[in-house]
Structures are given as C-alpha cells and as structure tokens.
C-alpha cells in the first residue's frame, strides 16, 4: 500500500480515505453498475452493526462516510474530529474487512439506484453529456457510466457484490491519505489498521486502449419534446498529460472557452445573449480523453449557436489565439494557481491524482513554471496538432422534429445520418 500524508494542525480535524485501483470497468460484463453498489454497500451494515447501527455509531463519533467510485478506481473516505479518530479508523476498518452484505439492504440499495436513474433523466445537462461520451466513445470502455444502466442492476446479485469487492480491494493496489490533525508516524500506524482486514494482492491493471478518433462530423439528438432551452455540446478527442505540448494547449484552451472573459463567453453571453454559460473543457485521464464545448442556448437559437461554435473552432485551430490572450491565460493561470494548492486537502488531492492517472511527478508542482514557458508558437501548435473541426460528434438535447433538419444542415450532415434517441435511452 502507499501512504499519502499533509499534515494542518490548524483545525483538531482529520479527513482520511482509502483508494483501491479498480472501478466500472473492472466490472463484468452485464452487471453495470456493480462498483458503485458495492461501495455503497459498505454502509448497509458491517461487523457487529447493521445498516441503521452503522449510521448511528458514525454519527457519535461526529464522523462523515463518503464514497466514491469512478470508471478505475473506488474511494472510501471519512473526515472526522482529531479525538474520535481512532474510532473512526476502527468503524472503517471494520466496514472493509466485515462488510455483511445482507441482501435485503442489497435489494433496497439497487431499487433506489434504480430510481435514480430515473430521475436523472430530467437533468438534460447530464443527458447531453451522456449522449456525447455514448458516441464519442462508441465501443470503447469509457463510454460507460459509473451509475450503471437499469437491466445491469437488476442483474446484480449478493456474490457479484462479494466477489468485485474480493476482487477489487486489494492491499497492493491501496493508496490510503490523511490529511488534518496528524503526523506522517502515526498515519503509518493508522493505515495498517485500516487495512489489516483487506486481503493481500493487487488489482487488475486499467484495461483501456487508446480510443479511435471519431470519424468525420457526427450529430445525436437526444430527443425531449417541450424544452424552451436547449443542451449543446461538441466534442472530440483532446490530449494526454504525457503529451509535450498539453500544457500549451492548456493555455490555447483557457483563452478560447476557459475563463469568464474567454472567446465563447463573450460571443455567445456577452454579444448575443444566447447562453448564460459557454465554456470548453480539456478532461485529462490515463487515455485521450475529450475537448468539449458547452452552451445551454434557448431552443429558438440552438441552430445559430451551432454555427457559431463551430466557426469559433475552425478559426481558432486555424489562426490559433494572440500574443495579448497568451498573455492574459499565462497570468490568470499562475495567479489562479493558489487557489488550487491553498489547502492540505486540495494538495492531497492532487497527489493522489499523480498516483491514480501515472502521471509525471511534476504534475502540479511544476504547473507554474511550465505555463510561463509556453511560447505563443507552441500554443498555437497544440491546437493544430490536437484538436479537429472535423472530427467531432455534436449532442443535443431539444426536440428532435423541429431541430433535426436545421442541425444537420448547421453540421452538414445529412438527415439520414443524424441519430435521434428517446432522452430515457439506457
């Protein structure tokens, strides 16, 4: 196991958590969604305490359960006062190496996932990105999503929830922080017990293969009848950490749709009033991942919000950004920066993303210094080399009879080829 500590003794508080190297796509096939279950399933009884004494005996000890799971990793996390840490430790540890997995808790957890789901689908935020990373992704692991999908929960079974968790959390693939109240010495001591009960071993590796570069310009619409305001999104395949140039294209992209004052905001917000937000993202991930960007415009303008994105992208791979933009992002980037390390939790953080995603040790460390180094030249290149206009899926989410035939026109794409989805699609 690898320890991570950050010592604040401002506060008589410490924060804790246990990461093991394994999530949703560790999971069977057919059984999605089964990480998470089995996460959340810690807290539905373990040792000597059922779900409701569970609950009770953290809320004596002023303890707060958190858990957390992502598509390769799974988080059990609690922050607790400095006097009650020991038991805390002790609860956790218990719900680790006990958990009972009583299959009525089981069957009521998977019921109120179920529904979630559901009720997710009135978020038309979340639809928008769901259908973008459906597609995006098409055939490759990380179009899933962490939730699971309601035919894999009613799939799931009390040995698949035993067997991923025997599986899964392995000692070798641990990585256990404290941050607060504590000493690197007794963090030590501490996560040996945390740990005593979880078997030896480790987790399968991260299974991706780099994912393919879509092919040519792609349109889903995900289809909500009565919407007056509309979910945009563009996406395509950005660049990894590892990459020379991500952080140039990291300052290109803060200039383009990553700040207030960006290019998008102030096209989209500002000159035309079209969206209250509009923004472009760089997800960094152990593979490629995406560069998206996001508009929320009223239905009657999605179209012309389209065109206009795209016309944005094309010259800003084309032209690239200017010598007063490089400038500006440069400043506000290493001026931001303290925002980002100014407590013992966030610099933890950022550790255990260092360990979880392999990346250079440097990472953020040396954030600062590789930000003033880029070169306009080099800026303007990343954007070049990694970003296409050509390339890219469009998702939207509106109604799908008015808005198919003029997005498909925006995107030219013809209107056989643009894929319609009910919004309650699995």
């Known amino acids: 196991m690898r320890i991570f500590v950050e010592p604040s003794p401002e506060l008589p508080l410490v924060s804790f958590s246990v990461t093991f190297i394994g999530g949703r796509l560790h999971e069977p096939v057919g059984k999605d969604g089964l990480a998470r279950v089995t996460a959340r399933m810690l807290r539905r009884g373990a040792g000597p305490f059922d779900a409701e004494q569970l609950e009770q005996h953290a809320d004596a000890l002023g303890a707060e359960l958190g858990s957390g799971v992502g598509l390769g990793s799974t988080t059990i996390s609690c922050e607790v006062l400095s006097r009650s840490l020991d038991h ?4 956790v540890a218990t719900m680790l190496a006990e958990p009972r997995h009583d299959a009525e808790e089981l069957g009521r957890l998977l019921r109120q996932t179920e529904a979630e789901l559901v009720r997710s689908r009135d978020n038309d935020s979340l639809l928008c990105s769901r259908a973008l990373r459906r597609h995006l992704f098409a055939g490759h692991p990380h179009r899933l999503r962490v939730q699971g999908d309601a035919a894999g929960l009613r799939a799931i079974t009390r040995s698949d929830v035993v067997a991923f968790q025997e599986n899964t959390f392995r000692r070798g693939s641990a990585l256990v922080a404290f941050t607060g109240d504590i000493d690197e010495i007794r963090a030590e001591a501490l996560a040996t017990r945390l740990l005593a009960g979880v078997p030896d071993g480790e987790t399968a590796p991260y299974p991706p293969d780099p994912p393919p570069v879509p092919g040519g310009r792609r349109l889903v619409i995900v289809d909500k009848p009565g919407r007056s305001q509309a979910q945009l999104a563009i996406g395509t395949l950005g660049t990894l950490p590892a990459d020379e140039d991500h952080t140039a294209l990291t300052v290109a992209n803060t200039a383009f749709g990553g700040t207030f004052t960006s290019r998008m905001v102030q096209e989209i917000r500002a000159k035309r009033g079209w969206s209250y937000g509009a923004s472009s993202h760089l997800t960094t991930s152990r593979i490629r991942e995406t560069f998206s960007m996001w508009a929320s415009p009223e239905s009657a303008v999605v179209t012309d919000c389209l065109a206009l994105e795209l016309e944005m992208l094309d010259r800003w791979i084309r032209e690239g950004i200017t010598a007063d933009e490089l400038t500006f992002c440069q400043g506000y980037l290493r001026r931001s920066w303290a925002f980002e390390i100014d407590t013992a939790k966030k610099r933890l953080s950022q550790r255990i993303e260092r360990a979880l995603l392999e990346l250079p040790d440097d990472y953020h460390t040396g954030f600062v210094d590789r930000v003033a180094a880029v070169t306009l030249d080099e800026a303007n290149a990343a954007v070049k080399r990694r970003i296409s206009s ?6 939207v989410v509106g109604e799908a009879a008015s808005l ?23």
């Open 88 to 91: 805390a430790v002790d609860l």
């Open 404 to 426: 198919k035939a003029p997005l498909g026109e925006a995107l030219g794409v013809a209107s056989s080829d643009v894929v319609v989805e009910r919004y309650d699609v699995e």
């Open 390 to 395: 050509e390339n890219l899926w469009v998702a």
